[in-house]
């Protein structure tokens, strides 16, 4: 299995299971770089993302003393899924520093690049759009300062919440992106154009930290949830 950072980190955090079959069987346990039987892929070339190296972990015959134990036996299962209802914040808020990025280069693109005599940025169909993106960003905004507050207020709704988050900010960003690029025309699509970067990089937070189709999972169980 390939992760971010595999190769270039000191230490894992991995979750093996050391029980029975259910969520109380898995457990959290360090592995330290440099342990015997503790062996790395080559690097991924990926889309975007390409200042985090990403290679696949490998362990065979991989021992570990028993004082790499996180906390108690059985409750990994609890440590990974915290971590994941912070790393959904992260991500949306990846995706929200994109968007907002590339909607300013947008926004200037629109007001030095002329068409017909007249700026960009004086075409109405240009206006509305930028209105419209505008509106996605503070809206995510607010979706991801909502959930973080759940979070660290510990409400029932974390889970959705955090879920919601992500789905709507990283599906949200990505739309804003893909306009600005196409505002920029073909200049969007040359690497000379920081909003290609943005474009490239933003695509996989709609993967990262469970799928956006999780998410939808997540989101409606919770709201089909007998109280």
Not at 24 to 29: A, D, Q, T, Y
Not at 36 to 59: C, D, Y
């Amino acid at each position: 299995m390939f992760i971010s950072g595999g190769g270039a980190t000191d230490l894992y955090f991995v979750m093996c299971r050391t029980g029975d079959k259910s969520p109380k069987g898995i457990s959290c346990i360090v592995v330290e770089k440099g342990t015997n039987g503790l062996h790395f892929g080559k690097k991924e070339n990926k889309v975007g993302w390409n200042s985090q190296p990403t290679r696949a972990v490998i362990m065979e015959d991989c021992h570990v003393p028993v004082d790499n134990l996180i906390g108690k036996e059985g409750e990994g299962f609890n440590y990974a899924m915290q971590g994941l209802n912070g790393g959904r914040i992260n991500i949306a808020s990846t995706s929200l520093g994109a968007a907002q990025a590339s909607f300013e280069l947008a926004k200037e693109h629109l007001k030095v690049r002329k068409q017909f005599g007249k700026r960009l940025a004086d075409f109405q169909y240009q206006q509305f759009k930028l209105a419209e993106m505008a509106t996605a960003l503070v809206a995510s905004r607010l979706m991801i300062r909502n959930a973080a507050r759940a979070l660290q207020e510990d409400r029932p709704d974390k889970v959705a919440m955090c879920s919601m988050a992500k789905l709507f900010a990283t599906e949200q960003c990505s739309k804003i992106v893909d306009q600005a690029l196409q505002m920029h025309g073909g200049y969007g699509y040359l690497k000379d154009y920081a909003v290609q970067q943005f474009f490239r990089d933003i695509r996989v937070n709609q993967i990262l930290e469970g799928s956006n189709e999780v998410m939808r999972m997540l989101i409606s169980r919770d709201l089909l949830r007998e109280d």
